[in-house]
């Protein structure tokens, strides 16, 4: 199972919300559950399907069709393996003549040359892979296949040759956090568009290897370090599960004398770090939302309801929009309008998603304003 979205960088997403924290921006669509691999930090325990309640395709063109009513924001097919739906392709052109953004999460191992000219047909944009070790003995223990390193190296190749973008992902855990530099030199050989790092939340699987967590600590020295490699790379750079790096960014910034605008810092100048509920939203196999894959709240079924009313009326979203409702020192920090916390981290540590990010060593300098 691939978690990570893929990010289309152009001009910002903007949706037809009602300008209060509800602007959709990207959803991430779990279109099926099946997978080829088995890895170690996978939220959902992917494997091999068939899995049950899948969205068929009629329901998948017709969750398009009320996606496009509220606004165009970027559609992140993703799984499971969402190469191993077979109308794949026939969702994602769907998708593209409506206008959305559709990019495609897959894991890299299943594509072919042909594979690939037919997701640059369909009107897929970028696609994302992901590498988690500098060295394939790694990545292949993370992903838990043999030889998937390989494939998903040459799949990436494929996918270059067919002259689509793609990025590197990679989830960041105390056992590769010393390899991060090499992979980032790894995604600049291979050309890629961009490197977005994932700090785990452990979901899933991930709960099993919670003990390999990076610290407070060395959370916010990655973070730190991240923020470095901005001007010593070509790769768009993006946190993602890290809310603390948009905290981290502004401080910075403003230690260095720096304006931060689209102009100078791209999407990280007009989003936020935790977008769960706000800009973002992910809908399961069989229908299900949810503020973000790793958050296992339900906010509606759109086999019972349609997206645009989830959308804009669940009680979950609405509360997560309302940044003055975050608990602890989330809700009394200056940058909780910048960074939120991590609302997935929140509820698995503590049943409840306002509380308090439990990885953050930051002590709020003053009160929030209200």
Same mark, same amino acid.
């Given at each position: 199972?691939?978690?990570?979205?893929?990010?289309?960088?152009?001009?910002?997403?903007?949706?037809?919300?009602?300008?209060?924290? =509800?602007?959709?921006?990207?959803?991430?669509?779990?279109?099926?559950?099946?997978?080829?691999?088995?890895?170690?930090?996978?939220?959902?325990?992917?494997?091999?399907?068939?899995?049950?309640?899948?969205? =068929?395709?009629?329901?998948?063109?017709?969750?398009? =069709? &009320?996606?496009?009513?509220?606004?165009?924001? @970027?559609?992140?097919?993703?799984? +499971?393996?969402?190469?191993?739906?077979?109308?794949? #392709?026939?969702?994602?052109?769907?998708?593209?003549?409506?206008?959305?953004?559709?990019?495609?999460?897959?894991?890299?191992?299943?594509?072919?040359? &042909?594979?690939?000219?037919?997701?640059?047909?369909?009107?897929?944009?970028?696609?994302?892979?992901?590498?988690?070790?500098?060295?394939?003995? #790694?990545?292949?223990?993370?992903?838990?296949?043999? +030889?998937?390193?390989?494939?998903?190296?040459?799949?990436?190749?494929?996918?270059?040759?067919?002259?689509?973008?793609?990025?590197?992902?990679?989830?960041?855990?105390?056992?590769?956090?010393? &390899? @991060?530099?090499? @992979?980032?030199?790894?995604?600049?050989?291979?050309?890629?568009?961009?490197?977005?790092?994932?700090?785990?939340?452990? *979901?899933?699987?991930?709960?099993?290897?919670?003990?390999?967590?990076?610290?407070?600590?060395?959370?916010?020295?990655?973070?730190?370090? #991240? $923020?470095?490699?901005?001007?010593?790379?070509?790769?768009?750079?993006?946190?993602?599960?890290?809310?603390?790096?948009?905290?981290?960014?502004?401080?910075?910034?403003?230690?260095?004398?720096?304006? @931060?605008? #689209?102009?100078?810092?791209?999407?990280?100048?007009?989003?936020?770090?935790?977008?769960?509920?706000? +800009?973002?939203?992910?809908?399961?196999?069989?229908?299900?939302?949810?503020?973000?894959?790793?958050?296992?709240?339900?906010? +509606? =079924?759109?086999?019972?309801? *349609?997206?645009?009313?989830?959308?804009?009326?669940?009680?979950?979203?609405?509360?997560?929009?309302?940044?003055?409702?975050?608990?602890?020192?989330?809700?009394?920090?200056?940058?909780?309008?910048?960074?939120?916390?991590?609302?997935?981290?929140?509820?698995?540590?503590?049943?409840? $998603?306002?509380?308090?990010?439990?990885?953050?060593?930051?002590?709020?300098?003053?009160?929030?304003?209200?």
């Amino acid at each position: 199972m691939n978690p990570h979205p893929p990010m289309y960088q152009g001009s910002p997403p903007h949706g037809r919300g009602s300008g209060k924290n =509800d602007t959709l921006r990207l959803v991430a669509w779990e279109t099926t559950r099946n997978c080829n691999l088995s890895c170690v930090h996978c939220r959902a325990a992917a494997t091999k399907g068939p899995y049950d309640g899948e969205l =068929d395709t009629d329901q998948s063109f017709a969750l398009l =069709d &009320q996606i496009a009513e509220v606004g165009r924001p @970027i559609i992140i097919l993703t799984g +499971g393996e969402p190469l191993l739906r077979a109308d794949i #392709f026939d969702i994602a052109k769907y998708g593209d003549n409506l206008g959305l953004r559709m990019v495609m999460a897959p894991n890299g191992t299943l594509i072919t040359p &042909q594979i690939a000219e037919k997701m640059a047909a369909s009107g897929i944009r970028r696609i994302s892979a992901s590498i988690d070790g500098a060295t394939k003995e #790694f990545h292949d223990k993370f992903r838990g296949v043999d +030889g998937a390193f390989d494939a998903a190296i040459r799949g990436i190749e494929y996918v270059k040759a067919a002259g689509i973008e793609f990025q590197i992902n990679t989830t960041i855990t105390k056992t590769n956090l010393d &390899q @991060i530099p090499k @992979i980032l030199e790894l995604a600049e050989e291979l050309g890629a568009a961009a490197h977005h790092i994932f700090l785990l939340v452990p *979901t899933g699987r991930g709960k099993y290897i919670v003990d390999q967590a990076i610290d407070a600590e060395s959370y916010e020295s990655t973070l730190n370090w #991240f $923020y470095d490699q901005r001007e010593k790379t070509s790769l768009q750079l993006k946190a993602t599960c890290a809310p603390h790096y948009y905290r981290i960014l502004r401080q910075r910034a403003r230690d260095e004398g720096k304006t @931060i605008s #689209f102009e100078s810092h791209g999407l990280d100048a007009v989003t936020r770090g935790c977008l769960a509920g706000t +800009g973002f939203c992910f809908i399961s196999h069989t229908g299900i939302v949810q503020p973000c894959g790793y958050t296992d709240v339900k906010c +509606g =079924d759109i086999t019972r309801d *349609t997206f645009g009313h989830v959308w804009r009326n669940s009680p979950v979203f609405l509360k997560l929009r309302d940044f003055k409702q975050l608990e602890g020192k989330c809700g009394r920090c200056e940058y909780r309008a910048v960074c939120g916390g991590c609302r997935a981290r929140a509820y698995e540590a503590t049943g409840n $998603y306002m509380a308090e990010e439990p990885l953050c060593a930051y002590q709020p300098e003053k009160a929030a304003p209200c």
